[in-house]
């Protein structure tokens, strides 16, 4: 039976009481992400491992040729498989697939495949009869908090670094056949990525909440529903505090979490609401404000991490490092 990840109650009331006063354990921002790194495969294309803390995700790109779908025979498939095994927390289990994993493959789903981000009709061949299928393979291997948007970074990563191998198409009518050229003959060709959605989730504590639940005392909601004379009125912004990617412990606490999926075109891809608590609509855009920041410092990130794995495969081709002008 997989064990619930439940902290103690001493935990609570420390991560609660230093909430309150606007501090996070790891010393960081409110709006501050961890250190994101992200490295690629030096030997196969489409590797990718994402470091996001002490959270750790590995997405792996592949593609084969197969049958487009009877009603879209002008595309290609764009296909995501999730993973969590007990390696990334003792929470899940082996062979089945919890309610986090569920939402986690959903959202992910939502912010990449039916977001557009992957061209499927440039992952066509011959109109209803052959084309590329792209698998994501999304594997979880240590869990401190922000899955959701470790993996998104992973796969978005991972379909700008795949290479799909080049092909040619002989014959006329029915007798025309696909012929698949190895890398080591044919320059791999690249998928056609047309935005990179970043996904950021924003974990929501209510600090009235918190500090009674400290203080050991009935909060004020509690204490108005007791007695209705008690006339009390907070600011909705200063009540709310909104933590940037959670850890694992601030996850377990919050009260409410918004996932929000965005690019560089300053786009909203999706946004994702769970938790019990309400979120206003000042909130929501400032949220959405802080997600278009963060996507365009991870969406860099990625591409200066693309630009020295390219530097590193191409040391020792002429052919590359062949220029035309002089040194002067």
Known sequence: MPRDLTPSTLENTFVLKALTERVRLDNRSFNQLRDLDVSFSSTEYGLVDVKLGRTRVIARI???????????????????S???????????????????????????????????????????????????????????????GGLLDA?????SAGLLHFRRPDITIEGVGSRREVIVHPITERVPVPLAVLHVPVCVTFSFFDVRKASSAVA???SKDEMKAENDDDDIEEEGDSSIAVLVDATLQEELLRHGYMSVTANTNREICQ??????????????LSCSEAAIIVAEKVTKLINKRLKEDETRRNVGNLLVESRAENDR
């Open 62 to 80: 592949s593609a084969e040729i197969t049958q487009p779908y009877p009603d879209r025979p002008y595309d290609g498939l764009f296909l995501i």
């Open 82 to 144: 999730t993973e969590i095994s007990p390696m990334a927390a003792p929470t899940f289990e082996a062979g089945r697939k919890s309610e986090d994993e569920l939402v986690i493959s959903r959202i992910i789903e939502k912010s990449i495949r039916r977001s557009g981000a992957l061209d499927t009709e440039a992952l066509c061949i011959i109109s209803g009869e052959k084309c590329w299928a792209v698998r994501a393979d999304v594997h979880f291997l240590d869990h401190d």
């Open 151 to 155: 993996a998104c970074i992973a796969v």
């Open 216 to 218: 050991g005392v009935p």
């Open 271 to 284: 946004i994702q609401k769970g938790g019990e608590m309400p979120v206003e609509v000042g909130t929501l």
